[in-house]
């Protein structure tokens, strides 16, 4: 399946219905539904609070009550990353958790093994910015997290790789106004694939984003 990005401006964006909370690693800033669709959720500023996460074998998670999203997550080796020019190369996006979809509303563990990616300057004891897209069929919505990287970080700790899905309508219950991450930022095109979710399982199992091949180009 082929996802085109809106190559519009956030104030573009009507107010969006689905939203998404990142829950791991920890965000920018507090979450304000009215801000997911600007760069970074609204917080174009670095933390100081940077989380340490494995260079290899991470992963995040994400929340939504909304179903039927597209998934997928950048970064940024910039210092202070502000745009979201700051994510690319050449007009490339530098993509660690490729796009893929899951049809489900839920709580969801996504494999991120930023070293695997390849991409230059992302390597141990570096700062790193990574923002994860989300679409769920009104518009991107983004959420960033401010990370140092570690090689001798085999593990993450104090949190469980664990997925669930909701039957619960979005819109309705204490759920209502989480939501899912997705699509690409301003600019790019991209072929995605399937969000694979195996779930209720550990984090060797857990989702895994399934990819036919991924192109950026306007």
């Known amino acids: 399946m082929r996802f085109t990005a809106l190559a ?12 998404f909370r990142l829950q791991y690693p ?3 800033g507090n979450f304000v539904a009215d801000k997911e669709p600007e760069f970074c959720g609204g917080y174009p500023e670095v933390t100081t609070n940077r989380t340490v996460f494995p260079l ?4 995040f998670t994400i929340k939504s009550g909304h179903p039927d999203f597209t998934l997928g997550a950048i970064i940024s080796t910039v210092t202070n990353p502000n745009s979201f020019d700051n994510f690319s190369v050449n007009g490339v996006n530098q993509i660690v958790a490729p796009y893929g979809k899951e049809p489900n509303a839920g709580t969801f563990c996504v494999p991120l093994n930023i070293s695997a990616a390849g991409i230059e300057g992302a390597k141990d004891g570096a700062n790193v910015t990574i923002q994860i897209v989300f679409a769920g069929g009104d518009g991107n919505l983004y959420q960033c997290a401010d990370l140092t990287l570690s090689a001798n970080l085999t593990s993450v700790p104090d949190q469980t790789c664990e997925n669930t899905t909701s039957t ?11 939501a899912s991450p997705s699509a690409t930022a301003p600019g790019s095109t991209q072929t995605g694939g399937a969000l ?23």
Not at 8 to 17: D, E, K, M, T
Not at 168 to 178: F, K, L, N, V
């Open 8 to 19: 519009v401006l956030p104030c573009l964006f009507g107010a969006a219905s689905a939203h």
């Open 26 to 28: 920890l965000p920018r």
């Open 56 to 59: 290899s074998n991470g992963f």
């Open 168 to 178: 619960t309508p979005h819109g309705s219950g204490s759920g209502g106004h989480d």
């Open 196 to 218: 694979g979710v195996s779930h209720g399982t550990s984090a060797a199992t857990a989702v895994l984003l399934a990819v036919a091949g991924i192109a950026a180009a306007l």
